[in-house]
């Protein structure tokens, strides 16, 4: 179970999958750091693996969690949707080494669509996507932005918003023809991006 996980989503029971945010899971021999910033530079708390339950550093279970297949676990969180008592489900996945040859310089000067029910989205990075207009409109110095950034070997496609990041979704492979994400937050488990011509 060693190695790093990332949070997919997160089902309160209600029917309704949510996004809360990163969240990574870092394992190491029963050790589970908890991460819920992109450069985890700093820890949110760590817990204990001990069969089938999480406990804090006073030996307290705190919630638990079940081993679906060796890249997939679901932690269970006992806590509160509207009001009413819910066990929040989350999906956590193993954080695979992106499968490529590129560099994140070439990745960066490809553009890559994805047509999601009929609706396309171009991936362009490093670059501002609202024009002067809009900026100036909603009194922002940043719109949106697409970067590519990493950890480990694993490159992630993130997505800024007013400067800040918003949500960053794994790369699966990437090759000069396409792109393959995986794990995306309250959606399939993989989607692929073609290179614009």
């Not at 997160?10 to 996004?19: C, P, R």
């Not at 950034?149 to 918003?161: A, G, L, N, P, R």
């Not at 949500?167 to 492979?173: L, R, Y």
Request: with cysteine.
């Amino acid at each position: 179970m060693n190695g790093k996980w990332i949070l997919k989503d997160v089902d309160s029971g209600n029917e309704k999958k949510g996004y809360p945010g990163f969240q990574l899971l870092e394992i190491n021999n029963g050790n589970v750091d908890i991460y819920t910033d992109f450069s985890l530079k700093e820890k949110a708390t760590t817990l204990k693996m001990d069969n089938g339950n999480f406990l804090n550093h006073n030996n307290e279970k705190t919630s638990k969690y079940e081993i679906v297949n060796e890249n997939h676990i679901k932690w269970f969180i006992d806590g509160k949707s509207n009001d009413k008592d819910a066990i929040f489900e989350c999906d956590f996945y193993r954080l695979e080494p992106t499968i490529t040859t590129l560099k994140k310089e070439d990745i960066e000067k490809m553009t890559f669509v994805l047509t999601d029910n009929g609706r396309e989205s171009e991936f362009e990075f490093n670059k501002e996507l609202w024009d002067k207009e809009r900026l100036e409109r909603f009194k922002r110095k940043e719109g949106e932005k697409k970067m590519i950034e990493q950890i480990d070997s694993t490159f992630f496609v993130s997505m800024y918003f007013n400067g800040k990041r918003n949500g960053s979704i794994p790369i699966k492979e990437v090759t000069t023809e396409l792109l393959k994400l995986y794990a995306i937050p309250i959606g399939p488990m993989e989607m692929i991006a073609y290179r614009k011509k």
